[in-house]
């Protein structure tokens, strides 16, 4: 599978996903982190998921393998006056709870190769605030690495 392929499929993991939840997010790719920070600030209200790929490490050379490293992105444009959307509305649903759902959502799905040949997992990193040029930022965000063959 190609990085694109893979990033397409953690995609529409998260769409279908967010289409049987009660949640309503806006999802996105973006070529690197950079550029998902400037799609988070030009998100209109409400929760936004930005996906974006952080390179590779190689695992073997032949057949070459790779760890995929990919971040998703979670946050919620702010309420007036830039303040946090939880603190104005106490029952809007948290930020919390949106990255529990999709991490645990994103840990039970599998990825399978156009052939079904494979079948890949998604292993998690962590989470973490997430931040720009040292600055917070409302949100959070996933790592989660995908180790397959690189494709040539």
């Not at 992105?73 to 948290?94: C, E, M, S």
């Not at 965000?141 to 995908?146: E, K, V, Y």
Request: charged share 20%; aromatic share 4%; proline share 7%.
């Amino acid at each position: 599978m190609t990085t694109t392929q893979i990033m397409a499929a953690i995609r529409q993991i998260i769409e279908d996903h967010l289409e049987e939840s009660d949640v309503t997010a806006r999802v996105s790719m973006a070529g690197d982190m950079l550029s998902a920070f400037d799609l988070l600030g030009a998100a209109a209200p409400g929760f936004a998921v930005v996906l974006f790929w952080e390179g590779d490490s190689p695992v073997q050379s032949d057949p070459p393998v790779v760890t995929h490293h990919i971040s998703v992105l979670v946050a919620r444009a702010p309420g007036p006056g830039g303040r946090d959307a939880d603190a104005l509305d106490p029952t809007a649903t948290p930020i919390a709870d949106v990255v529990d759902d999709l991490r645990s959502c994103l840990l039970a799905a599998t990825i399978a190769d156009e052939d079904n040949s494979h079948v890949h997992v998604l292993d998690y990193q962590g989470t973490v605030p997430a931040e720009l040029a040292g600055e917070p930022v409302s949100g959070y965000r996933m790592r989660f690495d995908l180790t397959g063959t690189a494709e040539r």
